[in-house]
Each structure stands twice: as structure tokens, then as C-alpha cells.
């Protein structure tokens, strides 16, 4: 979380060939930066699928990730509207994430960013 884009991040690497990730942007930058209001996030939708989006966020993923081993650098990731919350029973009362309900909630998600190679 070290990037200003960023809100959440849910790291998926486990007993997979390699690391991908859900991703939450921080609403005021994406506010900021492509000029839309609060309603935006209020939508239906989970995921955000636009190419400018994913691209503005992967700077900083890429970036980031050069710090790391190469194994360990996010390949692919997922663009979420709505935070993690306690609401959906995603995160605990301390604010850690479930990750068994996180993995059931996006399985389909998680499987296509894997099924893309």
C-alpha cells in the first residue's frame, strides 16, 4: 500500500505459478483523476474493466513491484469498485481480510486472471 492509487490490495499467491491481486482504488485519486463523482462507487458493478484504469494503476504496481524478486511482482490483477468491509464479511473486526470468504467471493475473478496464460 504504498501508493496513493491504492486503497486495498488482496494478494492472491499461494500454491500458484504466480501472483495476482484485487485491487481497490483510493476514490479521491480516482476521483481526481478521471473526473467522476461518488456514484461511480455506488454501482452495481464490482469491477472496473477499463484499459485507462488498469493502466494508471499498473504504473505504480509496476513500479512497486521492481523493489521485489521477480517471482514475487504482481503479473495480474483486478480493478474492484467497492472496499472490503467487515459489512460483507470480508474483513474482520480488527480490519484483517478473510481470506477463505475474499477467495470464495471472486472465485470465477481469481480463476480467469490464472485461466489468461
Same mark, same amino acid.
Given at each position: 500500500?504504498?501508493?496513493?492509487?491504492?486503497?486495498?490490495?488482496?494478494?492472491?499467491? @499461494?500454491?500458484?505459478?504466480?501472483?495476482?491481486?484485487?485491487?481497490?482504488? $483510493?476514490?479521491?485519486?480516482?476521483?481526481? *483523476?478521471?473526473?467522476?463523482?461518488?456514484?461511480?462507487?455506488?454501482?452495481? @458493478?464490482?469491477?472496473? @474493466?477499463?484499459?485507462?484504469?488498469?493502466?494508471?494503476?499498473?504504473? @505504480?504496481?509496476?513500479?512497486?513491484? !521492481?523493489?521485489?524478486?521477480?517471482?514475487?511482482?504482481?503479473? !495480474?490483477?483486478?480493478?474492484?469498485?467497492?472496499?472490503?468491509?467487515?459489512?460483507?464479511? !470480508?474483513?474482520?473486526?480488527?480490519?484483517?481480510?478473510?481470506?477463505?470468504?475474499?477467495?470464495? $467471493?471472486?472465485? *470465477?475473478?481469481?480463476?480467469?486472471?490464472?485461466?489468461?496464460?
Amino acid at each position: 500500500l504504498q501508493s496513493p492509487k491504492i486503497e486495498q490490495i488482496f494478494i492472491i499467491a @499461494d500454491k500458484r505459478e504466480y501472483v495476482t491481486a484485487l485491487v481497490v482504488p $483510493n476514490q479521491e485519486e480516482y476521483k481526481q *483523476k478521471f473526473g467522476v463523482g461518488d456514484h461511480f462507487f455506488l454501482q452495481d @458493478d464490482r469491477f472496473i @474493466d477499463e484499459p485507462a484504469v488498469h493502466a494508471w494503476l499498473e504504473e @505504480d504496481i509496476k513500479r512497486l513491484g !521492481e523493489a521485489l524478486a521477480k517471482y514475487a511482482r504482481i503479473r !495480474e490483477f483486478r480493478v474492484k469498485r467497492h472496499m472490503f468491509t467487515q459489512e460483507s464479511g !470480508e474483513l474482520t473486526i480488527t480490519l484483517k481480510t478473510k481470506r477463505k470468504v475474499v477467495m470464495q $467471493n471472486y472465485e *470465477k475473478e481469481i480463476e480467469a486472471m490464472y485461466a489468461a496464460d
